[in-house]
């Protein structure tokens, strides 16, 4: 797996414009992060639901919870699969970094 390795230089090559250049680079993409993941709660909340909808329609049983619903169908709740997708790819990346 190869790295392509990016640098700011700034035109004038001093080393102050340098740093604000860089300065101003990482806070645009960490502001760009702190956006999305607010977003991607809201995200899944809503994916949650309509999966609770569906799930609902696939059992007419109103006694069963939406955790033995799910487990009846083969199903696990869209946050953990989506933390188990993050396991499986801290796994894959300390076994790269492992070898």
Do not use: P, W
Not at 44 to 56: P, T
Not at 72 to 97: A, P
Request: hydrophobic share 35%; proline share 0%.
């Amino acid at each position: 797996m190869k790295r392509k390795k990016t640098s700011i230089i700034h035109q004038s090559l001093k080393s102050t414009s340098q740093c604000v250049t860089a300065t101003k680079s990482a806070n645009k993409t960490l502001r760009m992060i702190s956006r999305t993941s607010v977003n991607k709660d809201t995200h899944i909340e809503m994916l949650e639901k309509v999966q609770k909808r569906a799930i609902q329609l696939m059992f007419r049983d109103r006694r069963l919870s939406y955790d033995e619903r799910l487990q009846k169908s083969g199903l696990t709740t869209l946050e953990t699969r989506r933390l188990r997708g993050d396991l499986i790819e801290m796994f894959k990346i300390s076994k790269v970094l492992m070898t």
